[in-house]
């Protein structure tokens, strides 16, 4: 199963398409369009969120809300695409040259991208290379978690930290615990870390500055055996780690006690196996993987959030054009999106973990896929 995508910040809008879905699964749009309003929310957010209220139209591959097997093919429309659309029209050959970016961003692709692909106008980048791309990446999860959930997989996040202000979650992690986060702004379960958190966002707002954090995302229910240990490209945690990191503005991750497991003796951090008619560890320091492979644990990964390049108090850049020193560019930005990137990133998960069951259960229909799925279980049980 793979997808690709294309599309502007500004453009006309976003389209993907995702080929080597099974046929008859049950497809709700309004879940696929819940996920993106989700996207679009958190304390921080900015005024482009105002602006665009996504939604797909699915084009092909779904009838009668149920996968046909042939690839689904989506699109998002900007809804800013009328402000842009003589600066940023596909066929006109005339371009405003007053429109033109030559200061690059430090910490954004606005440099490097221009550099690399010969533009003298930076938009050419910076439109591609904007985390409204991220609309498709959260639309393609939403599409995975529900053929993740006819096998009773589930997948949450959590806000760990914002700035130096951190959650303090409980120890029971019940239906209760997730959803008070579900109900957070900023998607903490201790309301005076939250609200810590948001008197800080304001300050940087009004200091023209912006934050990031640590997001922690939790899979529950994944059999024992996705992924492999055989090559180094089919382990379960360097498939993850490399779709997270490939979120715009992700700096670190870490599976399980991840960086903190380097700091203490291997008697505690290695998980003990026991055995009450299935396999079992006591704990679950490898958050759920152990040589490549999915272990039966729930899988849990952190992943920390750089603060946002564009800011509305630019640092100093270099004008590429005169190569003189000026302030960096700045357009329509957020102040802190790191709930937003969380929703990203546990949609993210799901696709993950969605081509790992395709993977290993195959068939080219969900029904095909459950018959293959349940007796994989029952061969596990007997083991």
Known sequence: MRYLSAGESHGKGLVFIIEGFPSNVPININEINQELSERQKGYGRGKRMGIESDSVEIISGIRGGKTLGSPIAMLIKNNDWKNWEHGMSPENPNQDPSLEISQPRPGHADLAGAIKYNHKDIRNILERASARETAMRTATGAVAKQLLRQFNIQIRHRVVSIGDIEDKPALNRNINYWDTIQNSE???????????????????????????????????????????????????????????????????????LGFDSSKAPGSKVHDEIYYDGQYRHKSNNAGGIEGGMSNGETIWFRAAVKPIPTLMRPLKSVDMKTKEVVDAIKERSDVCAVPAAGVVMDNIAAWVIAQEMIIKFGGDSLEEMIKNYKTYCNYVKER
């Open 186 to 256: 900023l998607s903490m379960y201790d309301r005076q870390a939250e609200t810590k958190a948001k008197a800080l966002i304001d300050r940087s707002k009004a200091e023209g500055d912006t934050l990031g954090g640590i997001i922690e995302v939790s899979i529950e229910n994944v059999p024992i055996g996705l992924g492999s240990h055989v090559h180094y490209d089919r382990k379960l945690n360097a498939k993850l780690a490399m779709e997270i990191v490939g979120l715009q503005s992700v700096k670190g991750f870490e599976i399980g």
